[in-house]
């Protein structure tokens, strides 16, 4: 078969996954008014993407505590109480029913890059504002903001934010881990701990935005210990067997930022867990092993350097890291952005990397998977960075070759068969059998 590679199975810890092709997690701000509740239009889109052949869908990043959720970027799902559980099992639902497995991206807080609707200062390692350079920006995406400048809705980068206290930052943690019990009793397949492109974790890492003094700044282990723990508090929460990654900036590509060498380390870390255990409260003196990471899922740069992870052509410099991180962490790791059925086809058979994400290409075609099964030609993506300047705008994603895109809610086609037998509820999971009471 052509494209064999391609769709030879995939297994990311306990969960099967019928092809090497994931999307790419995309905010798609169809979530309206920053209500954070799943919609017709948010089951639609995610459906259509199952139903054109993609193995493992991968959520937009959903905010997983209420603290979080007051800084989106502009507009998010959520995912921290039970309220918000509904939404989330009829996602779950729905893209099972057209044959993909579906990860949720979980996302502990955005720091300063988040912004207050009315313009509050965000929680962060430091109170060090952003700098966005032109320079940094993908050429196509720079002339499209400059253009633009007077309409960004996400145009916050001098915005100071405030340092966390130690207390607020294990608080932060334990509301992501209950958010993370959430996401494993609404169905989801895996969870993916967002920490990549400056957000909350790459900020704590960053010696350029983070000048703490305490146990959370300074050397290389203060600066890591907020992604560790972040990672342990969700191990813990999931259990050694649910399928746990990570998506991470291979590099933060600034003077005084992380290296790639920094983030060989951290990788290190994450993939080996905790093989001595960590002790649980209220487990007595038993100690809990933690598994390492079941997979990788690997981007680059910050909002400081946005042309590392929107390259206008196909990311073969940051191919060349994720190989380099793949090597240190031994578990199945992703890279994005090389959107060509060739070139896929080449960096998995040289096995440089387990599976590819496809983000952009599938706003302009959701049927890329099924297509390049069938011989039929693809509507590429031209990288323009319309949807990105769309999302900047606080608007919904659309896509300039692919009118469709956006519109789903109104496909037809895309309805499910009612199942026959009425659907029971949730069930609490085994292994807490404590939430029972
Ligand atoms: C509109 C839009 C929203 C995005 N939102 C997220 C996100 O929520 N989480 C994330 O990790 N990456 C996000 N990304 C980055 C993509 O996952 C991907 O890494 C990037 O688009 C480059 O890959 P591509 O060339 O296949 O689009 C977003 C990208 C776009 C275009």
């Known amino acids: 078969m052509a494209y064999e590679k391609i769709f030879k199975p995939l297994k990311i810890g306990t969960c099967e996954i019928k092809n090497r092709i994931a999307l790419a997690p995309m905010n798609t701000l169809y979530t309206i008014a920053n209500n954070g509740l799943v919609n017709d239009q948010v089951l639609n889109y995610y459906a259509k993407r199952a139903r054109g052949g993609i193995g493992l869908i991968i959520t937009e990043c959903v905010l997983a505590t209420a603290l979080a959720s007051k800084f989106p970027y502009t507009t998010n799902l959520h995912l921290y109480h039970t309220g918000h559980l509904a939404g989330h099992e009829e996602l779950v639902n729905v893209?099972?029913?057209?044959?993909?497995?579906?990860?949720?991206?979980?996302?502990?807080?955005?720091?300063?890059?988040?912004?207050?609707?009315?313009?509050?200062?965000?929680?962060?390692?430091?109170?060090i504002p952003l700098e966005i350079k032109p320079e940094n920006l993908p050429p196509s995406l720079a002339k499209l903001v400059l253009e633009n400048m007077g309409l960004l809705a996400t145009r916050r980068e001098e915005q100071i934010p405030y340092e966390m206290t130690v207390e607020e930052i294990k608080n932060q943690i334990k509301e992501f881990q209950y958010s993370c019990l959430l996401a494993v009793i609404a169905g989801y397949d895996g969870i993916e701990i967002?920490?990549?492109?400056?957000?909350?974790?790459?900020?704590?890492?960053?010696?350029?935005?983070?000048?703490?003094?305490?146990?959370?700044?300074?050397?290389?282990?203060?600066?890591?210990?907020?992604?560790?723990?972040?990672?342990?508090?969700?191990?813990?929460?999931?259990?050694?067997?649910?399928?746990?990654?990570?998506?991470?900036?291979?590099?933060?590509?600034?003077?005084?930022?992380?290296?790639?060498?920094?983030?060989?380390?951290?990788?290190?870390?994450?993939?080996?867990?905790?093989?001595?255990?960590?002790?649980?409260?209220?487990?007595?003196?038993?100690?809990?092993?933690?598994p390492g990471i079941d997979y990788l899922n690997i981007s680059d740069g910050s909002y400081e350097a946005v042309k590392y992870f929107f390259p206008d052509e196909e990311a073969f410099h940051m191919l060349g890291e994720a190989t380099s991180l793949k090597e240190v962490v031994k578990v199945p790791t992703i890279c994005p952005s090389i959107h060509d059925p060739n070139n896929v086809e080449k960096v998995l058979k040289e096995d440089k990397i387990d599976m590819i994400s496809l983000g952009r290409q599938t706003f302009a075609d959701p049927d890329w998977v099924n297509k390049v099964k069938e011989g039929k030609k693809i509507k590429k993506c031209i990288r323009c960075n319309r949807c990105l300047l769309r999302t900047l705008q606080g608007l919904p994603v659309r896509c300039f070759i692919n009118p469709e895109t956006g519109f789903e809610k109104y496909d037809e086609s895309l309805r499910m068969k009612i199942p026959k037998k009425s659907l029971i509820g949730l069930k609490i999971p085994d292994q807490f059998a404590s939430l029972r009471g």
């Open 194 to 290: 967002h920490a990549p492109h400056g957000y909350l974790e790459h900020q704590f890492f960053s010696p350029r935005s983070n000048k703490r003094t305490d146990l959370y700044g300074g050397s290389f282990e203060n600066r890591a210990r907020f992604t560790i723990e972040v990672f342990e508090a969700a191990r813990l929460a999931v259990g050694p067997n649910f399928p746990l990654g990570i998506r991470l900036s291979a590099n933060e590509h600034m003077e005084d930022g992380f290296t790639h060498e920094d983030m060989k380390r951290l990788v290190a870390i994450l993939a080996a867990g905790n093989p001595m255990g960590s002790r649980r409260p209220g487990v007595g003196n038993n100690p809990i092993p933690i």
């Open 95 to 127: 893209v099972h029913h057209f044959g993909a497995k579906i990860f949720i991206q979980l996302s502990i807080g955005f720091g300063r890059q988040g912004h207050a609707l009315d313009g509050t200062p965000p929680p962060a390692p430091s109170p």
